[in-house]
């Protein structure tokens, strides 16, 4: 019985002497957070690779966090330096904003409020857009001779569709919203991990998918992106974001944050997407790949 | 099929470095949050155990606790305790609370009274009967407690990189947002190996234990 109590005991202690020496760790590292999709994964690479060749500073990258709210607040608490956002996030209910479709008011409003409300500089774009597409298999377009949103709403109570974790929560810009303006709902709606949805959608477990626009399971699988004809969706320009008490520490990163702006088009982010996830590339070998092919990296 | 195994062994041993890691990082959580949970929830179930009033409340808190989505609970610990570790191990502590809280009271109140009634009539102070006599006996279902709570929670720890922890659950969302399947496996089967292996060995214990305590209620 004593022997018992001690194992107990020293299990306990164990633990918690773990707990603490977990907490104390510091020094000079930036640390990059990600969220769940290889496309922001990418771009860390990149940083991590330009930080690390520029600077003595080391690079941590925190990979697949839940979702986007998750990467700002770590931000908000100093546990996250930087990361890749999308225009479009302004519009989750962080700060009031104007509602708009037009791109520069959009990059604007974040640009300000972000720093304003989160002390954190949103960059300008790296020069593509992510944004949300409704797709469906070619030979379902086909047969219901579907090329807008608009064109599913007669046969949208038989379909069911594939979303991401975080499309039908989302306020302005997720499914009850888009309810409204298009005015019809589908049958079904699955929620999934995105890198899910593609393969969904081609073994036709569902009928349309809500894809991302850069994600390379629209050209593995070939699907039909529809026209979103109402404007639904604000624009998603992806643009690094830093924190500005980091950029006031380290202000070398300013300029190597500014490397990669306007240098990344729709085709290209596609385009190493695809190497990832089609190919099985690790994100750090395209990513560096990709910075020797511009002459970033030697 | 043949083919996508071996693919999966041959990833598995190129990567064994970095897959043991990550399984002892996902070890270190779960027991971190069982440590805890025992330290919190045995007092817990003995205070319940003492005073009948107070058992409903504690047990149907730990009952709440439970039913929370582990997404949702992890995502509003992070907003308290930060990205990583911590937020994971303190969800893990919660859920692993009832289980443990739970047995600990249903443990002692099936101790047989007769028992306590002869600890009492040898002097004992209610202390030394708790520590003597009542837990004594109440250990192999206390046991079946931290079982159940170390199952469960190495399975919710694979959700830790959705708030900044590490583990085993790397290897599985890497896998799912690059379309990876064997990366996926990668990470699933050692965690699945991780909790059947702890049922297991605490079952073995839980058996040691129910066996060593029959002699002594014989003496």
């Known amino acids: ?298 | 099929m043949a083919d996508s195994l071996l693919k999966f062994f041959q990833y598995v041993t190129d990567q064994a470095a970095h897959l043991l890691f990550l399984s002892w990082d996902h070890i270190i959580m779960v027991l971190c949050g069982l440590a805890l949970a025992v330290a919190v929830g045995v007092p817990l179930g003995v205070v319940s155990a003492r005073f009948p009033k107070l058992a409903g409340v504690v047990l149907s808190a730990a009952n709440v606790i439970q039913v929370f989505p582990s997404l949702a609970l992890l995502a509003v610990l992070m907003i308290f305790f930060g990205l990583g570790f911590k937020a994971v191990v303190i969800a893990l502590f919660l859920y692993s609370l009832l289980p443990i809280t739970r047995n600990t009271y249903v443990a002692l109140k099936q101790v047989d009274p007769s028992m306590i009634e002869a600890g009492t009539g040898a002097g004992m102070s209610p202390l030394q009967l708790l520590f003597k006599v009542q837990l004594p006996l109440s250990l192999p279902f206390l046991m079946a407690g931290i079982r159940l709570a170390a199952v469960i929670a190495i399975g919710v720890a694979t959700l830790a990189p959705l708030i900044g922890g590490d583990g085993l659950g790397r290897e599985i969302y890497s896998g799912l947002s690059a379309r990876n399947n064997i990366k996926i496996y990668a990470g699933a089967v050692p965690a699945a190996l991780l909790a059947i292996l702890a049922d297991i060995g605490l079952g073995k214990l839980q058996q040691r234990l129910k066996a060593s305590r029959k002699p002594k209620v014989a003496d």
Not at chain 1, 143 to 167: C, E, F
Request: hydrophobic residues 35%; aromatic residues 12%; contains cysteine.
């Open chain 1, 1 to 298: 019985m004593r022997k018992r109590g001690i194992t107990l005991c020293s299990l306990l202690l164990v633990g918690l002497s773990l707990v603490l020496t977990a907490c104390g760790s510091g020094g000079k590292k930036i640390v990059i957070g990600t969220q769940n999709y290889t496309e922001p994964k990418i771009i860390a690479e990149m940083y991590k690779a330009l930080i690390e060749d520029r600077t003595g500073l080391t690079v941590e990258i925190k990979p697949d966090l839940a979702s986007s709210k998750v990467v700002i607040e770590g931000m908000r608490n100093n546990e996250l330096h930087m990361a890749t956002l999308y225009t479009g996030e302004v519009f989750n209910g962080y700060f009031e904003v104007e509602q708009t479709k037009d791109r520069e008011k959009v990059l604007q409003q974040a640009q300000q409020g972000f720093s304003e409300h989160y002390q954190l500089k949103w960059f300008d774009p790296y020069g593509f857009e992510n944004t949300y597409a409704f797709t469906v298999r070619k030979e379902v377009a086909q047969k219901y001779n579907l090329q807008n949103v608009s064109d599913l709403k007669p046969y949208a109570d038989t379909m069911r569709i594939g979303v991401d974790n975080t499309w039908l929560e989302r306020e302005s810009d997720g499914y009850r919203a888009f309810q409204k303006t298009y005015g019809f709902q589908f049958k079904e709606a699955f929620p999934m991990q995105i890198g899910l949805v593609y393969e969904a959608v081609a073994n036709e477990e569902v009928d349309v998918v809500l894809a991302y626009t850069t994600d390379a399971g629209l050209k593995q699988y070939d699907l039909q992106t529809l026209r979103d004809d109402k404007q639904f969706f604000p624009p998603f320009d992806a643009s690094p974001v830093v924190r500005e008490e980091t950029l006031k520490e380290y202000p070398e990163l300013e300029e190597i944050v500014s490397l990669l702006i306007g240098k990344i088009d729709a085709d290209t982010m596609t385009e190493l997407n695809y190497y990832v996830d089609v190919e099985h590339r690790s994100e750090k070998e395209v990513a560096v790949e990709f910075l020797r092919q511009l002459g970033l990296l030697e």
